[in-house]
């Protein structure tokens, strides 16, 4: 099973918007509505922020929202804040009964 | 939380178990997963025990890792043999959740494989 594509890197000032890709295919993201996103800092555990494409778990801001088109899912952070700097992780359940991730995003908030 | 122990210094070809012992959560009734983060890459997913007992293994540890857990006192282990340079990374476990999503995770455990 091959990693999903994530860029490698998005940037943007505090208060803007920016979304983060992740494309797979008709075995993971195409064929299932369980995509998850993971957020991560630096020497930390990964933290669901969105689960079922767009659901998010209590406690997480509703600044972040995730959608899907076809074999690509994508999450959207609003209101750009300092805090959300962090590496991103999008995650599938697949037809093998495994989970595949993508490579990861590393947001930077200029 | 999940908390895993166990990590460390091992030689290649040699065995290691790790474990996530879990509280204030029962694993009991749920599926649960490994995954590693080898130094500065992203994350993969390793293993999944479903609360029947079925366990599913990715490709690169297949044969080699096997998952179980101990209902008793509420912890997942992994056991790793023939350990490879390619396995060192920090090992997470995490509960299963909504729509095979995984949340929480535990801080990890750090496995490196080297002579």
């Known amino acids: 099973q091959s990693a999903l594509a994530q860029p490698a890197s998005v940037s943007g000032s505090p208060g803007q918007s920016l979304t983060i890709s992740c494309t797979g295919t008709?075995?993971?993201?195409?064929?299932?509505?369980?995509v998850s996103w993971y957020q991560q800092h630096p020497g930390k555990a990964p933290q669901l922020v969105i689960y079922?494409?767009?659901d998010r778990p209590s406690g997480v801001s509703d600044r972040f929202s995730g959608s899907k088109s076809g074999d690509t899912a994508s999450l959207t952070i609003s209101g750009l804040q300092a805090e959300d700097e962090a590496d991103y992780y999008c995650?599938?359940?697949?037809?093998?009964?495994?989970?595949?991730f993508g490579g990861g995003t590393k947001v930077t908030v200029l | 939380q999940l908390v895993e122990s166990g990590g460390g210094l091992m030689q290649p070809g040699g065995s290691l178990t790790l474990a996530c012992a879990a509280s204030?959560?029962?694993?009991?009734?749920?599926?649960m997963s490994w995954f590693r983060q080898p130094p500065g890459k992203g994350l993969e997913w390793v293993s999944v025990?479903?609360?029947?007992?079925?366990?599913h293994y990715a490709d690169s540890v297949k044969g080699r890792f096997f998952i179980s857990r101990d209902k008793s006192n509420n912890t997942l282990y992994l056991q790793m043999n023939g350990l490879r340079a390619e396995d060192t990374a920090v090992y997470f476990c995490?509960?299963?959740?909504?729509?095979?999503?995984?949340?929480?995770w535990g801080q990890g455990a750090l496995v490196t494989v080297s002579s």
């Open positions: 204030g959560l029962s694993i009991r009734n749920s599926y």
């Open positions: 008709s075995s993971d993201i195409g064929r299932y509505n369980d």
């Open positions: 079922d494409i767009r």
């Open positions: 025990l479903y609360s029947g007992g079925i366990a």
């Open positions: 995490a509960k299963g959740g909504a729509r095979n999503s995984w949340t929480p």
């Open positions: 995650c599938s359940y697949t037809s093998d009964s495994t989970w595949v």
